[in-house]
């Protein structure tokens, strides 16, 4: 394995490449769902459940399947990276009892983990590696690719009839059923 290779003065046992675990022991990330209503004044979850509980979702239709699985992924993805950039940029308040840095920004103590008297982690890998791993992963269109070809077109050219309304944000979000409704009736005007 050429990640391996490259790592290899790290003991797998004590720094294993991944692990499961329950998402419930999976602390900070379950406690950042918190943060992020908090911060995006929604809950991505109880938003998309709506669509169902008011009958624009219908799930027995395969066409509104496949426009979820058009829609939602471009749009709380980008809820995703607006709370993870703001989130990596906000200054922690100071907290002198605090085992870990405070009154600083994530991304600062990423960049300059020793100032924090903290072990720095990274690695460089060389970029023929990363080509190397690169080859042997499918393209990023086809792993993302939650529709068939004929119905993306379909989607694309209803988005594109309703004049592609933003679906970036948590504005987008909030709007998320009233785009698809108006993107299932356009698809069902041309059926």
Same mark, same amino acid.
Do not use: C, H, T
């Given at each position: 394995d050429i990640l391996s290779e490259t790592c290899s003065d790290l003991d797998l046992d004590d720094y294993p490449a991944l692990w499961a675990t329950k998402s419930v022991h999976n602390i900070p990330i379950e406690s950042s769902w918190h943060w992020? *209503?908090?911060?995006?004044?929604?809950? @991505? $979850? =109880?938003? @998309?459940? =709506?669509?169902? %509980?008011?009958? @624009?979702? #219908?799930? &027995?239709? #395969? *066409? +509104?399947c496949d426009l979820f699985h058009w829609l939602f992924p471009k749009i709380v993805q980008s809820c995703l990276e607006d709370y993870m950039d703001y989130w990596n940029k906000h200054r922690t308040r100071p907290n002198n009892t605090s085992a870990i840095p405070s009154g600083v920004t994530p991304n600062q103590i990423m960049a300059c983990p020793r100032d924090y008297n903290m072990m720095d982690c990274h690695f460089d890998v060389r970029p023929e590696i990363i080509d190397a791993l690169r080859e042997q992963l499918p393209p990023r269109e086809e792993v993302f690719r939650w529709v068939s070809d004929e119905f993306e077109l379909c989607a #694309?050219? /209803?988005?594109?009839?309703? +004049? $592609?309304?933003?679906?970036?944000? !948590? %504005? /987008?979000?909030?709007?998320?059923?009233?785009?698809? *409704?108006? &993107?299932?009736? /356009?698809? @069902? !005007? *041309? =059926?």
């Open positions: 992020n *209503r908090k911060y995006n004044s929604l809950s @991505i $979850r =109880e938003i @998309i459940e =709506e669509g169902k %509980s008011n009958g @624009i979702f #219908q799930p &027995m239709y #395969q *066409r +509104d #694309q050219a /209803a988005y594109d009839e309703i +004049d $592609r309304p933003s679906l970036v944000g !948590a %504005s /987008a979000m909030k709007e998320s059923w009233v785009i698809f *409704r108006r &993107m299932k009736e /356009a698809i @069902i !005007a *041309r =059926e």
